[in-house]
Structures are given as C-alpha cells and as structure tokens.
C-alpha cells in the first residue's frame, strides 16, 4: 500500500549570493502574531500582519532587475485582506484534486484526508531562513515531526529566484499530502503524486 515519507521536505533557496545574516524582508518585519483560520477549510495559519498591504521595499526588487510584475506582487501583496486564507484553501484543494486524478488509493486517501490533519497550520515569514539542520537556506519547507508548513511571504534574490506564498503554499501542501500517504513527496515529476514510490 503506502510507504513512509521522508523526514524534512523543503523548496531550497538556491542562491549564488547568498544575502546571510540580513536577508530582504521586502514586506517588513512580522507585524501580528494572531491565529487565523482559513474561511473554506478552516486550517490555522499565522499570517505574521502580511494581509494588510503596507509601504513595501519594491525598489530593492527593481535594483535587483525584477521585471514589472514582480514589482508589482511586491508593491501589492497580498491584494486583499483575506488572499492569504484563500490561498491556504486553494493549495489544500490543489492538493486534493492532484491525488485525485490518480484514482484508486491515493484518491480515496486524498478525499478523506480532513485539514485538520495539517495540525500545526501554516505560517508565514517575512524572509528566508537559514535551516541549520539542512545547512540551507529556504523559502518554504513542510515539517512532517509537527505536520506544519512554513513559507516567505515573498522573495526576490539577487540571482533572479523569485518565490511567492501563494505558489510556495501549493507545493508545500502537496508535500504535506505526500508525508501522509506515506509516498516520496517533493513533487518534481509531472506525474506525481500518481507514480510516487
């Protein structure tokens, strides 16, 4: 049936210039420490006060050659008040129709799977970080040990990596579905979760 996962799952930041100790925080410092939940499935998430857009550092993104759009997301984010417990929603739904298309075990799994199996909730960070146990710096990592997701709110590096919550909220939930389906999760095939070992 289904196998164990590995113990840490992660979206490493790669980057030939590493900003160290003083990574850009581009939306500012974590601003609320309140629990929300999310309106459709109700899964906890701390959106650090990253819902109420403020003045934003997208000059750094510009000197460091982003193209408009991404100044834009900067100068934007989140777009709305409540984008942030949507998009929480919207990578679990991902998620479940990504286990879905499989048929058989991993869709009966996926269907019954209940969001309060993400226990320790969602949070996000104003910038990258350093996991020392991975020896890397990450953008966004799911923790099976406390079955929790944490991303940036969003980065731009000086090599061009750009990452957003949104898109990294959808990869890391799929891995939290991958961790407990007890298949190898990070979902680099274009043909996982379905032929997942």
Known sequence: MLKKAPFLLIIPVLLACVETASAQKFLGPRYSDELKFSPKHGIPYWDGGFDIPRKHKWKVAMERGAPDWVLEDVKNFPGSPDAIGQWVDDA???????????????????????????????????????????????????????????????????TGDYRHARQLLKWEMKNHFGTMAGIHSEPFASDWPCRAQ
């Open 92 to 158: 679990w739904d991902e998620a479940v129709a990504s286990f879905t298309k499989c048929g058989g075990p991993l869709a009966d799994f996926a269907v019954k799977l209940s969001p309060m199996s993400l226990t320790g909730g969602v949070t996000i960070v104003p910038t990258i970080w350093y996991e020392e146990v991975l020896h890397s710096y990450l953008a966004g990592v799911y923790y099976p040990a406390n079955h929790s997701i944490k991303v940036v709110n969003l980065y731009f590096g000086t």
